[in-house]
């Protein structure tokens, strides 16, 4: 069971990599559409959110995990965004897709930062699975 400082250090870490991300990403052109879409639990569905929603200059809108860890150990960020949390994120995305009258080529992108390194994984999963 984490404690209330223990908390406050991961989230601290979260919001300082999602920041990091952010700035990665619009740094190699890409545009903030979205931070942290969220979706509250459906029927027969469990809450969802996509952290970062960004467009490409070629306008495909792209859905981005961020995961952030202190260090590669314990197989690291990238492996700790399981089927689970992928399955949420695509619970998201669709939502959020279904307001928007025609939906553009999309993706979904993981940015794993662990420790000081930062990976930019593009097209890291897909809707399937």
Not at 72 to 84: E, F, I, K, L, N
Not at 100 to 113: E, K, M, N, S, T
């Amino acid at each position: 069971m984490f404690t209330r400082s223990a908390k406050s250090a991961t989230k601290a870490l979260g919001d300082a990599g999602e920041a990091q991300a952010l700035a990665h990403l619009q740094a190699a052109g890409l545009r903030l559409v979205e931070r942290n879409y969220r979706v509250a639990r459906g029927p027969g569905a469990a809450a969802g959110e996509v952290d970062l929603i960004l467009r490409e200059r070629d306008g495909t809108l792209v859905f981005v995990e961020v995961r952030a860890r202190g260090s590669s150990r314990h197989g690291g960020a990238a492996a700790s965004v399981t089927a689970v949390k992928r399955a949420r994120i695509v619970f998201a995305a669709r939502h959020y897709l279904a307001h928007l009258g025609a939906p553009p080529p999309c993706r979904f992108d993981v940015v794993a930062i662990d420790g000081e390194r930062i990976e930019w994984l593009r097209a890291a999963f897909d809707a399937d699975g």
